[in-house]
């Protein structure tokens, strides 16, 4: 491991990487203000096209139609820059870290991106189809289903954060089978609990059908079963010899 540097120059390292992580979002968002309509639209589309026909979203609030899209350009930004963030994280923290740390830890972080991104992705264009579907069929006759453009901001984030984690289980089972928390043999044991509780947490997530419970819980279980099969192949290391 490198020589400890003086602490003020941890501190000035800090916020140099900050500066950059943040001139870097501030960068995507300046570049895409400028369609920040059309990115609203694109998120929304899954909602919109399950409306009836002659109906819109609505905005309730007097700045909604100017923040809200701001916002969702804001989130694209954070999310495309991303690379950038996480060079930045890696360039701060590599040098502290051992050889054998850094085999470990950056592919770990690269797979947890991705899978997130996976997750947000299966909940764009597989779940949200279906859910908003089932909420435009159930609308009893005489309602019209008009959703104020914020709410549904609020609650496709929440979604994407949900699914997002979902998809990180993976991860999660190989650092606790590589840190020797659990075995393989207990990790099997645990299926049975594991199915059970995706779809609890199914059941408080998602919207009160069925189906869209079953798309979450059942990528859960899998992507558990996922990570026991790469706990098997990556093994664990139960000594870890020092540089």
């Known amino acids: ?3 400890q540097q003086p602490l003020l120059a941890h501190l000035i390292e800090l916020r140099s990487r900050v500066v950059r992580i943040t001139l870097g979002i501030v960068a995507c968002f300046l570049a895409l203000f400028h369609w920040s309509g059309d990115i609203y639209h694109l998120l929304a589309k899954p909602m919109l096209d399950a409306l009836p026909a002659g109906t819109n979203m609505i905005a309730t609030d007097v ?3 100017f923040f809200v899209p701001v916002k969702v350009t804001m989130l694209v930004a954070f999310l495309l820059s991303l690379p950038n963030t996480m060079y930045q994280i ?3 923290v590599a040098p502290g870290l051992y050889n054998h740390e850094k085999r470990l830890v950056l592919p770990l972080v690269i797979s947890s991106v991705l899978l997130f991104f996976v997750g947000m992705a299966f909940a764009y264009f597989a779940v949200f189809p279906v859910v908003f579907g089932f909420m435009s069929a ?3 006759e005489g309602v019209s289903m008009m959703t104020d453009i914020d709410k549904y901001l609020s609650f496709v984030l929440g979604m994407f954060v949900a699914f997002g984690v979902t998809f990180e289980v993976p991860i999660v089972v190989i650092v606790l089978h590589r840190m020797g928390v659990v075995s393989l043999a ?3 044991e645990g299926r049975p609990y594991v199915i059970v509780g995706a779809f609890v947490i ?4 998602t ?3 069925v189906l869209s419970q079953v798309m979450m819980a059942v990528p859960l279980w899998l992507l558990y079963e996922a990570g026991i099969l790469m706990a098997v192949l990556t093994g664990r290391q139960t000594r870890v010899p020092h540089d």
Do not use: C, N, Y
Request: no cysteine; glycine share 0%; net charge negative.
């Open 90 to 92: 890696w360039a701060f």
């Open 63 to 65: 700045t909604a139609p």
């Open 1 to 3: 491991m490198s020589d």
């Open 202 to 205: 199914a059941a408080v997530v």
């Open 207 to 209: 919207p009160p059908d």
């Open 186 to 188: 207990q990790l099997r």
């Open 138 to 140: 159930v609308t009893p």
